[in-house]
């Protein structure tokens, strides 16, 4: 993610470009990228096996200590559940921006 207007020099292939009035996403070499429409969401295969959404608002402390303590996660690494999409999503994203300095 960038500011509007700044784009890195790199010689990747950039494959999709999702731009606002502030902030530019740029998506490079990945090699599978679907648009979908509202509908498709509840029926993609992978958004199927992902957790709750850290930024979606009606997540609550709760549901994050119900997953913890699941039988599917409860004997896990820590570290590793946070890197894990199918506990949290987005986490791993999160980590990763903050690990690199990209996040304050």
């Avoid at 494959?15 to 979908?36: F, G, H, N, P």
């Avoid at 609550?60 to 409860?74: D, H, M, Q, Y």
């Avoid at 896990?76 to 986490?91: E, H, K």
Wanted: neutral net charge.
């Amino acid at each position: 993610m960038v500011d509007t207007g700044e784009e890195p020099q790199t010689t990747r292939v950039l494959r999709v470009k999702l731009q606002t009035a502030d902030k530019t996403i740029l998506l490079y070499s990945a090699s599978d990228i679907e648009m979908l429409r509202p509908e498709q969401l509840t029926t993609h295969p992978f958004l199927q096996r992902v957790g709750p959404d850290v930024l979606d608002p009606n997540l609550t402390p709760e549901v994050v200590k119900e997953r913890l303590l699941s039988p599917r996660f409860r004997n896990r690494q820590f570290a590793g559940l946070l890197l894990d999409q199918a506990f949290l999503a987005g986490l791993a994203i999160i980590c990763g921006w903050r690990s690199s300095g990209r996040l304050g």
